[in-house]
């Protein structure tokens, strides 16, 4: 690539021609800021349900500078994703920032689905904690450099893995 458009990038990556343009300004940010939304108040409920499973019924409002026990660590997951989901709704879009806040959710759940893995479950939890560790993967590379949350296509993976998440934390019992 030799010259650049406004809204591309030189140089970018694999499924870069389904970077989001914008042609239409705010009406594309806001669109991208919908996806990641979805997708990080979808993790935040399977993080307070995988909390919720696990027997803590965490409060957001507890924050423990160095969890240790089940308990801080499922209230610190609960907390980071309710922050997640709050930042979302507290800003102008900006599909990089909402991406990485998406991003954050899942990895909140995935200490979530951790904490419930740890409590049985057998098989359908150990699948459902694979989930979440591939949503929060997916989510981190859809908000990474190469995709700056406007990345089409890597969008559409964050989203396949949160549903394959949610519904194997469904399978688990958890939700």
């Avoid at 919908?34 to 019924?57: E, I, L, P, Q």
């Avoid at 904490?115 to 979440?132: L, M, N, W």
């Avoid at 995709?147 to 396949?160: K, S, V, W, Y």
Wanted: net charge negative; glycine share 10%; proline share 3%.
């Amino acid at each position: 690539m030799s010259e650049t458009h406004e809204g591309e990038r030189q140089g970018a990556s694999p499924g870069a021609d389904t970077v989001v343009r914008e042609t239409s300004g705010a009406s594309t940010e806001e669109a991208l800021r919908r996806v990641h939304a979805a997708r990080a108040r979808s993790a935040a409920g399977r993080t307070t349900a995988a909390c919720r499973y696990a027997g803590f019924a965490a409060d957001p409002a507890v924050v423990v500078a160095v969890p240790r026990e089940a308990a801080a660590k499922a209230a610190n997951a609960v907390r980071l994703s309710s922050d997640a989901v709050a930042a979302l709704a507290g800003s102008a879009p900006d599909p990089a920032a909402d991406g990485r806040q998406a991003r954050n959710a899942a990895a909140a759940a995935v200490l979530a689905a951790q904490i419930a893995q740890s409590h049985g479950g057998g098989e359908p939890s150990d699948a459902a904690y694979r989930a979440a560790l591939t949503a929060s993967q997916a989510a981190g590379k859809a908000a990474g450099r190469d995709g700056l949350g406007r990345n089409a296509t890597l969008n559409a993976e964050a989203d396949a893995a949160e549903a394959a998440a949610v519904v194997a934390a469904e399978a688990a019992g958890w939700m």
